[in-house]
């Protein structure tokens, strides 16, 4: 089954493959996950960052494509209190950046918890909010910093190199940038949260373009949380504020939509199949109810239709072109497959 909305014109690019996830404080599954990880090693790395106990819930959960599971790290007692996202360099260690510490925390390739670095603050190499984290070739590191609007370039080692993207004076100011990624050829794609755009960025900080403005039609946004762009240049967007995930072109136009087509993971089966007084009643519910219903109101739709994205805050790729989009308020990951 897929999730395409085609027109004669543009290529189906993706496909529904199955869900990973569950509702869990602590342990196999996710509370309010944020952002995730594949790694060097395919395993992929999905940050909780919790709720109203966050010294229970705060954790990243490891496990495969195949729902395999490997256990947790980080948490609490390592120093998280407001995880927002997750990266690795090319050896596998783990940099996870924390919008309440104004830092970014380091783990080793075995979730060993390495140190951290970062202090608040607005000048060279200091952070307000610091969230989306990506690598470029040489293994340095991009980080979106919120409340400074800009983004910053390390070294892997916290070392400043440059920033860009808070010019005033020109159309270079981003407003509350969120996620970002390096793509294929080292340009620096940011989801430019608060201007509702994605944009595109040199490796030596020059805006290049700028994709979308604030709306609900094809090749529009609403707060745009992430990105992702693959070899063939199409670039995945996160649409937050509309509930959905966009694909567009390296031009800017609309290629295809995405609502979410979500069905019940192998964790969530396993609780079910364990718990009868779970299952029961959900098997009377109607998890599809009439769209008409909601008028229209994307937020309605997502939390009365089960399948459909709730809260889509991150697009990650995989080496296959398979891409993963983290869901905060439904506690899963939904995965699709590149048909062409």
Request: proline content about 5%; glycine content about 10%.
């Amino acid at each position: 089954m897929t999730t395409i909305t085609p027109t004669d014109s543009k290529p189906k690019v993706l496909g529904y493959s199955h869900t990973i996830g569950l509702c869990v404080m602590q342990g196999r599954g996710f509370m309010f996950p944020v952002d995730t990880l594949i790694g060097p090693d395919a395993r992929i790395h999905t940050i909780s960052r919790g709720s109203n106990y966050p010294e229970l819930q705060i954790r990243v959960t490891v496990y495969d494509i195949n729902s395999e599971y490997s256990g947790v790290y980080g948490g609490y007692d390592d120093g998280l209190r407001w995880p927002s996202a997750i990266a690795s360099d090319r050896d596998g260690n783990v940099f996870i950046s924390d919008e309440l510490t104004d830092r970014i925390n380091v783990y080793s390739p075995d979730g060993s918890t390495a140190g951290y670095w970062g202090t608040r603050g607005g000048k060279d190499g200091e952070f307000r909010r610091p969230s989306g984290i990506a690598f470029d070739s040489e293994d340095n590191m991009f980080i979106s910093d919120q409340l400074n609007n800009r983004i910053q370039k390390f070294t892997k080692d916290g070392n400043s190199l440059m920033h860009f993207g808070n010019d005033p004076i020109g159309n270079d100011s981003l407003n509350l940038p969120w996620g970002l990624t390096v793509a294929p050829d080292n340009c620096v794609y940011v989801a430019d949260w608060g201007n509702h755009r994605i944009a595109k960025y040199s490796e030596e900080g020059t805006l290049i373009q700028t994709f979308g403005r604030q709306g609900s039609d094809d090749g529009e946004f609403n707060n745009p949380s992430s990105v992702a762009v693959d070899d063939g240049g199409y670039i995945y967007v996160a649409d937050w504020g509309n509930e959905r995930v966009q694909v567009i072109d390296s031009n800017g136009a609309f290629v295809t939509k995405l609502r979410g087509t979500a069905t019940i993971s192998k964790w969530g089966q396993d609780f079910l199949d364990a718990n009868h007084e779970e299952a029961e009643p959900r098997s009377r519910s109607d998890l599809e109810p009439d769209i008409s219903l909601f008028g229209g109101d994307p937020h309605e739709e997502s939390s009365h239709i089960e399948k459909f994205f709730w809260g889509p805050t991150s697009v990650k790729l995989d080496v296959s072109g398979n891409l993963y989009v983290t869901e905060s308020n439904r506690h899963r990951v939904q995965i699709y497959t590149k048909l062409t």
